[in-house]
């Protein structure tokens, strides 16, 4: 079974930063392209950032310039280093892979919780 486990969480200020991590059981992790999503009440999950198995990566322009997603292959870990914060990057952080997420009724992990206010 897949497990996903986000943590890293928290309350800052805006302009702060933080680091979200992901730990994945490996039998996603070492082919798939992984994801950060986050959702905020009454709103769908949104992709913000990808990361391919080779390292490409991919933003939203929401979070493009200021957010940095990475991964430790032997870790089985993605990160999201998340500088800048606004009010508005407040949601709860999700990870995934890619294809999976697409998929009705597919698990996610429980997220973690950002909030970004002075």
């Known amino acids: 079974q897949v497990q996903l486990v986000e943590s890293g969480g928290g309350l800052v200020q805006p302009g702060g930063s933080l680091r979200l991590s992901c730990a994945t059981s490996?039998?996603?992790?070492?082919?798939?392209?992984m994801g950060w999503y986050r959702q905020t009440p009454g709103n769908q999950r949104e992709l913000l950032a990808a990361?391919?198995?080779?390292?490409?990566?991919n933003y939203d322009d929401s979070v493009k310039g200021r957010f940095i997603v990475s991964r430790d292959n032997a870790k089985n870990t993605i990160y999201l280093e998340m500088n800048k914060l606004k009010p508005e990057d407040t949601a709860v952080y999700y990870c995934?892979?890619?294809?999976?997420?697409?998929?009705?009724?597919?698990?996610w992990g429980q997220g973690t919780q950002v909030t970004v206010s002075s």
């Open positions: 990361i391919t198995n080779g390292g490409s990566t």
């Open positions: 995934n892979s890619l294809s999976r997420a697409i998929i009705p009724g597919s698990s």
């Open positions: 490996g039998s996603i992790f070492s082919v798939e392209t």
